[in-house]
């Protein structure tokens, strides 16, 4: 015995099957439901998806600043060098000479940095490099010989007396002073590491912009062993382990000449880096004499006549001398002796000649060595001395200095010339 609600349901299903049937499109399919009462929808069938649509161009993301960890750490360590510094120039000048000290020293400054500027256009070595060696000069390698110097001067004067001092000044000091500033150059090269940046242990995002990830032990680094060469036997083991730089590479072998060579933007570039740092140096360290002299001259006006005169230049007569010596006769003392140190060493590492490439950079910093004693001792000698070692030794090697670079800026410009009148294939 069937029931009603039976029926009813039969009687449903059949009105629904005699229902008419939607009719298929093209590009469509029929999806059957689990039941026949469940309609029957048509969906597109499914497509390649359109290739998405460019964006307008539209203003650039800011990039967020990323600060290298080595950068980080050198701006740190020669800020601390600058205030150590500062303060052992203040202790021995006073706030008022070090404020005269430091003005008379900006006075050359300029010209310097000015003849070094129209050497760099053709080094073209970047401005963080630029500003590097000129504060490592300024402030580490100060700092290192002021150190160094007292130290030494005071062992010397009190196991040699009078010789001591001699030897400390014309020996120690130059010895000193010249590693101090060279060491600029060697950091540059170091094969430090590329940017680090922190994670944090739960999120996995940076948890600093300043730092970014060293590369995995699988990933090469930029300043791994370079593939064998033809000239490779003709270089240094060394060469291989330093950091690349681009103004710092030789001339690639030539059919015509298989071995590397210098060229005058890397050999312009050792001139510029040294004496960069040399002029940062000089700089401090004229503030330094100058401060005293100003200090020494203002006691000795005290002690003589007092407060109750105005001061006249004639006051200052220590002060003076100082500065037409340090700021006026040998302002370019300084970089021309560090100046033979990057050229020595730009040799070493462009040269393909293997014993020039091995005695080049000693070579360099010895004959900077030389040259800053001989200046040293020139001082003890008296006016006739002084001047006689001034115009036999300094103006030659400055004239000499000043017509290399001369060559170095006409050569390449006449490279670029040649260049730019080539063929795009000959390039």
């Given at each position: 015995?069937?029931?009603?609600s039976?029926?009813?349901?039969?009687?449903?299903?059949?009105?629904?099957?005699?229902?008419?049937?939607?009719?298929?499109?093209?590009?469509?399919?029929?999806i059957?439901?689990?039941?026949?009462?469940?309609?029957?929808?048509?969906?597109?069938?499914?497509?390649a998806p359109?290739?998405?649509?460019?964006?307008?161009?539209?203003p650039?993301?800011?990039?967020?600043?990323?600060?290298?960890?080595?950068?980080?750490t050198?701006?740190?360590?020669?800020?601390?060098?600058g205030?150590?510094?500062?303060h052992?120039?203040?202790?021995?000048?006073?706030?008022?000479?070090l404020?005269?000290?430091?003005?008379?020293?900006?006075?050359?400054?300029?010209?310097?940095?000015?003849?070094?500027?129209?050497?760099?256009?053709?080094?073209?070595?970047?401005?963080?490099?630029?500003?590097?060696?000129?504060?490592?000069?300024?402030?580490?390698a100060?700092t290192?010989?002021?150190?160094?110097?007292?130290?030494?001067?005071?062992?010397?004067?009190a196991?040699?007396?009078?010789?001591?001092?001699?030897?400390?000044?014309?020996?120690?000091?130059?010895?000193?002073?010249?590693s101090?500033?060279?060491?600029?150059?060697?950091?540059?090269?170091?094969?430090?590491?590329?940017?680090?940046?922190?994670?944090?242990?739960?999120t996995?995002?940076p948890?600093?912009?300043?730092?970014r990830r060293?590369?995995?032990p699988?990933?090469?680094?930029?300043?791994?062993?370079?593939?064998?060469?033809?000239?490779?036997?003709?270089?240094?083991r060394?060469?291989?382990?330093?950091?690349?730089?681009?103004y710092?590479r030789?001339?690639?072998?030539?059919p015509?000449r298989?071995?590397?060579?210098?060229?005058?933007?890397?050999?312009a570039?050792?001139?510029?880096?040294?004496?960069?740092?040399?002029?940062?140096?000089?700089?401090?360290?004229?503030?330094?004499?100058?401060?005293?002299?100003?200090t020494?001259?203002?006691?000795?006006?005290?002690?003589?006549?007092?407060?109750g005169?105005?001061?006249?230049?004639?006051?200052?007569?220590g002060?003076?001398?100082?500065?037409?010596?340090?700021?006026?006769?040998?302002?370019?003392?300084?970089?021309?002796?560090?100046?033979?140190?990057?050229?020595?060493?730009a040799?070493?590492?462009?040269?393909?000649?293997?014993?020039l490439?091995?005695?080049?950079?000693?070579?360099?910093?010895?004959?900077?060595?030389?040259?800053?004693?001989?200046w040293?001792?020139?001082?003890?000698?008296g006016?006739?001395?002084?001047?006689?070692?001034?115009?036999?030794?300094?103006?030659?090697?400055f004239?000499?200095?000043?017509?290399?670079?001369?060559?170095?800026?006409?050569?390449?410009?006449?490279?670029a010339?040649?260049?730019?009148?080539?063929?795009?294939?000959?390039?």
């Amino acid at each position: 015995m069937s029931s009603p609600s039976g029926g009813g349901y039969r009687a449903t299903v059949q009105a629904a099957g005699d229902r008419e049937m939607p009719t298929r499109t093209a590009g469509t399919r029929t999806i059957p439901g689990p039941r026949g009462r469940r309609a029957h929808r048509l969906l597109p069938w499914p497509t390649a998806p359109a290739p998405p649509v460019p964006a307008a161009p539209g203003p650039r993301p800011a990039r967020p600043l990323a600060l290298s960890s080595v950068t980080a750490t050198a701006v740190l360590t020669l800020a601390g060098c600058g205030v150590l510094i500062l303060h052992l120039v203040r202790r021995q000048t006073g706030t008022t000479g070090l404020l005269v000290g430091l003005g008379l020293a900006l006075v050359p400054l300029p010209f310097v940095l000015g003849g070094l500027a129209w050497l760099n256009q053709t080094a073209r070595v970047p401005l963080r490099h630029i500003v590097f060696c000129l504060g490592w000069g300024a402030f580490a390698a100060t700092t290192v010989a002021i150190l160094a110097n007292g130290w030494t001067s005071t062992y010397l004067t009190a196991h040699q007396g009078s010789l001591g001092e001699v030897l400390g000044a014309d020996l120690v000091t130059p010895v000193i002073e010249e590693s101090a500033k060279g060491a600029a150059l060697l950091v540059l090269l170091l094969p430090l590491g590329p940017r680090i940046r922190c994670h944090g242990h739960r999120t996995d995002r940076p948890c600093a912009s300043v730092l970014r990830r060293l590369p995995g032990p699988g990933q090469p680094r930029g300043y791994d062993r370079r593939p064998a060469r033809p000239h490779a036997r003709d270089r240094l083991r060394l060469r291989p382990y330093l950091r690349p730089l681009p103004y710092l590479r030789p001339y690639p072998p030539t059919p015509d000449r298989p071995r590397a060579r210098a060229r005058p933007r890397t050999l312009a570039a050792g001139v510029v880096l040294g004496g960069i740092t040399a002029c940062g140096f000089a700089f401090t360290e004229n503030a330094l004499y100058l401060g005293r002299a100003f200090t020494d001259d203002q006691q000795q006006r005290l002690d003589s006549i007092g407060l109750g005169e105005s001061p006249s230049l004639r006051d200052f007569d220590g002060t003076v001398q100082t500065f037409v010596l340090r700021g006026l006769l040998s302002p370019f003392a300084h970089p021309l002796f560090t100046a033979l140190t990057g050229l020595g060493l730009a040799i070493t590492l462009t040269t393909g000649r293997r014993r020039l490439a091995q005695l080049a950079a000693p070579a360099g910093l010895l004959l900077a060595m030389a040259l800053h004693g001989t200046w040293n001792a020139a001082a003890d000698l008296g006016t006739h001395g002084f001047l006689l070692v001034y115009a036999v030794l300094m103006v030659p090697c400055f004239a000499a200095l000043v017509c290399f670079a001369a060559w170095a800026r006409t050569r390449t410009a006449r490279h670029a010339a040649r260049r730019a009148r080539a063929p795009a294939g000959v390039r």
